[in-house]
């Protein structure tokens, strides 16, 4: 058995996809053992409490730097036997003492092509420049701003009525089938990681 451990900071419909496909067995081996959220009053934490997953939340304003606080969640992990990081919508950069932990298991979902529009409101910055064609990334957590190795991609078409709201939309649904894919690639071994390169077998 795989367990997952799934960052979050918003509303978690990532979080409930990956939860769901879990319950219903598309995602076999695979159990999520924790959700760690970095704002008290984020609704993903209602949906942790319905799911009857358990969550660490933690105010980081709380503690001294980055490496207090990461420190306290590595600990969390490592009690629980975590062996993948999923970042769903969480909206911090992961620090040194996160990585080091993790080195290769953290995975992060980015709503644009990367390395299109990385950073934040990647889907207001595909509207501002006008493209045509943007989309979801899911890569490997390394030190900068969704600079990891890309493991999976795929497009969604920008409509000239969208808004903000509307291109999310499509967006989240596209991400939510993408990052279950990859999650059940990763626990069953079939990514292969080679400097920036990603086989997927």
């Known amino acids: 058995m795989r367990r997952l451990a799934i960052f979050a900071s918003g ?20 159990e999520v053992a924790l959700l760690v959220c970095d704002k008290p009053g984020a609704k993903v934490l209602k949906r942790a409490e319905r799911l009857g997953i358990p969550a ?22 490592q009690k629980l ?32 092509l990367l390395p299109a529009f990385p950073g934040k409101d990647a889907i207001g910055q595909a509207l ?29 078409a920008v409509q000239e009525t969208d808004t903000k709201e509307t291109l999310a ?9 993408l990052l279950v894919e990859v999650i059940g690639m990763l626990v069953n071994d079939r990514v292969k990681l080679e400097g920036r390169l ?4």
Do not use: C, W
């Open 11 to 30: 509303s978690g419909s990532n979080f409930e996809a990956i939860v769901q496909a879990v319950q219903a067995g598309r995602l076999d081996g695979v």
């Open 56 to 77: 660490f939340v933690f105010q980081p304003k709380e503690y001294a730097d980055k490496a207090a606080f990461e420190s306290e969640i590595v600990a969390e992990l």
């Open 81 to 112: 036997e975590i062996s993948l990081v999923v970042l769903a919508g969480y909206m911090r950069l992961v620090g040194e003492t996160l990585l080091s932990a993790y080195e290769g298991k953290i995975i992060n979902l980015h709503p644009s």
């Open 128 to 156: 501002d420049y006008g493209v045509k064609i943007t989309g979801v990334t899911v890569h490997v957590v390394d030190a900068g701003l969704d600079t990891g190795p890309i493991i999976a991609q795929l497009p969604v």
């Open 169 to 177: 939309a499509r967006i989240h649904e596209v991400e939510h089938g």
């Open 198 to 201: 990603v086989q997927l077998t």
